[in-house]
């Protein structure tokens, strides 16, 4: 098991950038991955990466314009947003898991879950 805890959320108006970090303590699993969520839709998996040899994996809506990194000797996760968008709004979650025989961004691959930081894209 693993605990997360996400920051680095807040407000920003579009075009603007913001840098999520998510502080993992406990077991070290494969897959690392960062989801978001607005209200009335679905979790949505927008980045992950393997925590053993850094392949990351980006979803349409965001390829281009988040990286997301994995620091090992620090337990740190990390999602660079550039180019935000007011659909990028939600909250965004930080997760750790084993993955699935399917995508890397599917929530069924993930067992363990920070508790969120909001951002929000607006003028």
């Known amino acids: 098991q693993v605990q997360l805890q996400e920051s680095g959320g807040g407000s920003v108006q579009p075009g603007g950038s913001l840098r999520l970090s998510c502080a993992a303590s406990?077991?070290?699993?494969?897959?690392m991955g960062w989801f978001r969520q607005a209200p009335g839709k679905e979790r949505e998996g927008i980045a992950a990466?393997?925590?053993?040899?850094?392949?990351?994996y980006y979803a349409d809506s965001v390829k281009g314009r988040f990286t997301i990194a994995h620091d090992n000797s620090k337990r740190m996760l990390y999602l660079q947003m550039n180019n935000l968008k007011p659909e990028d709004t939600a909250m965004y979650y930080c997760?750790?898991?084993?993955?699935?025989?399917?995508?890397?961004?599917?929530?069924?691959?993930?067992?363990?879950w920070g508790q969120g930081t909001q951002v929000t894209v607006s003028s």
């Open positions: 997760a750790a898991g084993r993955g699935t025989t399917g995508s890397v961004l599917s929530f069924d691959g993930y067992n363990n």
């Open positions: 406990g077991y070290t699993y494969s897959l």
């Open positions: 990466i393997y925590t053993a040899d850094n392949s990351p």
